[in-house]
């Protein structure tokens, strides 16, 4: 069992940066995949980034790569998500999650869930 808790969710202006951070508690499997999803009012959730706690290899959705960064702090059982160049567009609640899968983070619920963090981009 995996428990996350997501912070550093605020307000920023667009051009701006912000950096997200998912701590993860409890068991946890020898290899997995932590990353981030987002969900604005009105529209789908989406994938934004992932990566594999063992190899480090990360993964981003077209519309965040070049501008997001996804690490992770493996003594700290930590996660981030460095957002620069943000947009109103990314305007949503991020959420942590985990999984033991790679495949099908933007189509299907995840095994573990942080409760989200509110990023709002302002124009």
């Known amino acids: 069992q995996v428990q996350l808790v997501e912070s550093g969710g605020g307000l920023v202006q667009a051009g701006g940066s912000l950096r997200l951070s998912c701590a993860a508690s409890?068991?946890?499997?020898?290899?997995?995949?932590m990353g981030w999803l987002r969900q604005a009012p009105g529209k789908e959730r989406e994938f934004v980034a992932a990566i594999s706690w063992s190899g480090g290899t990360t993964y981003y959705a077209d519309s965040v790569k070049g501008r997001f960064t996804i690490s992770r702090d493996k003594a700290k059982n930590t996660v981030y998500l460095q957002m620069n160049s943000l947009k109103p567009e990314d305007t949503a609640v991020y959420y942590c999650?985990?999984?033991?899968?790679?495949?099908?983070?933007?189509?299907?619920?995840?095994?573990?869930w942080g409760q989200g963090t509110q990023v709002t981009v302002s124009s």
């Open positions: 409890g068991r946890t499997f020898s290899s997995y995949y």
């Open positions: 999650a985990a999984d033991q899968v790679r495949a099908g983070w933007g189509t299907r619920n995840l095994n573990y």
